[in-house]
């Protein structure tokens, strides 16, 4: 009986270290639970968006897919193998720019009147006034009148004393445009003394009889030379076929820059060519006014609310603004951090070079780093060229601005985080030569995923950029005909090759009838099916920017069309504001 009773007393004692050593475990499990759940964030602040901490945190996350688990959020370093091709365009061979006067547009010899002048004087940076100088031939057309080489703004924000030669090919200019509108270099002289010229200015987007009702009169009665002030968004959006095809005629073959500043960016072009076969041009709008005037909230704490803020107070007229509703409306230009994620998740991998047009970036160094982290091949004009070569224009915010837009214009695929001047010039022009690929974040539905990408897996959160980049791409006929800016949608000015697609589609038909792939019909179907995801009211609607004064006549009206400028929610009391937002 003893021999039984030791068996049970040792397995006891077994049993009691067994659970001594359980709840010891326990104990120590429940320390470390406590530890962590005292240091990690709330869930309020994981989810909000925070610039900075995603920014220290980004190195760690940057890194390939196959090494973590589904369920966390890690940024591949190559590009997702996609059924599109990314450095081209679908159905582009389809279409091209068509900007031909047609027979009924009479040349200008029979059409201008000898003692009628129409000058202007432009406003903002190098692309506003690049609309300026388009829209005043073809107000100097309505009006039926020589038009002087127009002036360029050199006492705005931008402060660049360039002339119109400085930029551009003045001679090309007037004769490349010579069967359209006639035009002098200056005012000829009266009686042997210069002519001053009457200065007015009118409303912007003035219709054709706006400008007959309004100007004309004063050309005829008063004064045969009119001179028109701040002249920037002052013609109408829609116009008849032949007036827009004269736009695309100014804009896209006679404003060729002047030599100097054509060669220096050729010679970037060829550098960036140098470097990489192809390469992605981003047009970076982050500087500290840009942010101030957003309203948005940029994930630097009270530091940037009071930077921001003591900028913004500059403008008396900016009234307070709700972050959060800021960005749920897609008006806050992304983050350097955000292009990147969006660039990654469109299938840009790590190797691709990337030339960043910019001005002064808030936070400098700090806030490029995760976009460098993604696409180490990080370039810009200061890196490659040499301050000898930038040196005469470097002056001058205008010829570097030229630069860039050259860079931009050369680039395969153009992506901007904004909706400002250069942005809309360059996606038109884009357009017109042949519908490169040109990106703009379709940022009222990304901010979601922004903000909540680090609960969900990389694949999904790439899906669903895909997805909501659809019409946001520069695809054919990816937004109607009338819509937008016509400087960034220039309808009137791109012919389909009809005969061409009914061949392609022949093809297409043949091939799937013998059971061959049906790759060319898939790319069909998926244009049409962008066009069916595209939702206008994915675009923000910006007031429009107008002085008290420019009041549009009840008869006008119905000509009106509303669309307007980029960030135009100033009013003409702040010029400067308007300037730096400019392009």
Not at 56 to 79: K, Q
Not at 290 to 319: P, Q, V
Request: with cysteine; aromatic share 10%; glycine share 6%.
């Amino acid at each position: 009986m003893a021999l039984p009773r030791r068996r049970n007393l040792s397995h006891n004692n077994r049993l009691r270290s067994l659970v001594n050593l359980v709840s010891v475990i326990s104990g120590v499990l429940l320390i470390l639970f406590a530890l962590l759940s005292f240091l990690a964030p709330s869930p309020n602040e994981s989810q909000h968006f925070n610039l900075r901490h995603h920014q220290r945190s980004f190195n760690a996350v940057v890194e390939d897919l196959a090494t973590s688990g589904d369920s966390v959020f890690r940024v591949p370093s190559s590009g997702a193998k996609l059924d599109r091709e990314i450095w081209s365009s679908k159905n582009a061979e389809f279409f091209y720019g068509c900007s031909n006067a047609s027979a009924k547009f009479a040349k200008a010899e029979a059409v201008s009147h000898p003692t009628r002048y129409l000058a202007i004087a432009t406003s903002g940076g190098l692309n506003q006034q690049r609309t300026g100088i388009t829209d005043a031939v073809v107000a100097a057309r309505i009006l039926n009148a020589t038009l002087v080489v127009p002036k360029l703004d050199q006492k705005s924000f931008w402060k660049d004393a360039s002339n119109f030669s400085e930029i551009f090919d003045v001679d090309w200019f007037i004769s490349s445009l010579s069967k359209n509108v006639k035009i002098i270099k200056q005012l000829p002289k009266r009686g042997g003394k210069s002519w001053t010229p009457y200065t007015m200015r009118v409303p912007r987007k003035c219709s054709v009889r706006c400008y007959q009702n309004r100007v004309l009169p004063v050309i005829l009665k008063r004064h045969h030379a009119v001179q028109l002030n701040k002249f920037d968004y002052r013609l109408a959006n829609k116009l008849d076929s032949d007036l827009q095809k004269l736009r695309c005629r100014v804009n896209y073959h006679a404003l060729k820059f002047a030599d100097p500043v054509l060669e220096m960016g050729k010679t970037l072009v060829h550098r960036m060519r140098m470097r990489s076969k192809r390469y992605i041009a981003l047009h970076l709008r982050f500087e500290p006014d840009m942010l101030a005037f957003s309203g948005c909230d940029y994930g630097g704490g009270e530091k940037e609310r009071n930077e921001l803020g003591a900028i913004r107070k500059r403008w008396k007229t900016l009234h307070k603004t709700n972050p959060d509703r800021q960005r749920r409306q897609g008006k806050c230009p992304l983050t350097p951090e955000e292009v990147g994620l969006m660039l990654r998740a469109l299938g840009y991998g790590s190797d691709v070079h990337i030339y960043v047009a910019s001005g002064e970036v808030y936070g400098g160094e700090e806030t490029l780093r995760p976009l460098k982290s993604l696409f180490p091949n990080f370039y810009s004009k200061d890196t490659i060229a040499t301050k000898e070569e930038l040196a005469p224009f470097s002056l001058f915010s205008s010829r570097m601005a030229a630069l860039d837009f050259i860079v931009c214009d050369e680039s395969d695929v153009f992506v901007t985080n904004n909706n400002g001047n250069m942005a809309k010039i360059l996606a038109g022009r884009r357009k017109y030569f042949g519908h490169k690929p040109t990106i703009r974040p379709n940022a009222k539905k990304l901010y979601r995923l922004f903000l909540n990408r680090n609960n969900m897996t990389w694949e999904a959160f790439a899906s669903s950029v895909r997805t909501f980049q659809r019409g946001f791409m520069g695809e054919p006929k990816e937004a109607r005909p009338g819509r937008g800016e016509f400087h960034e949608n220039p309808t009137a000015c791109i012919c389909e090759d009809s005969e061409a697609r009914e061949k392609a589609n022949v093809t297409d038909l043949r091939e799937k009838k013998n059971g061959k792939s049906g790759a060319s019909l898939k790319k069909e179907a998926t244009v049409s099916d962008d066009q069916n995801d595209y939702d206008d009211n994915d675009e923000p609607k910006w007031p429009d920017l107008d002085d008290d004064d420019d009041q549009i006549w009840p008869q006008e009206k119905q000509l009106y069309n509303g669309t307007g400028s980029d960030y135009d929610a100033v009013i003409s009391d702040e010029p400067e504001l308007e300037e730096i937002l400019s392009d």
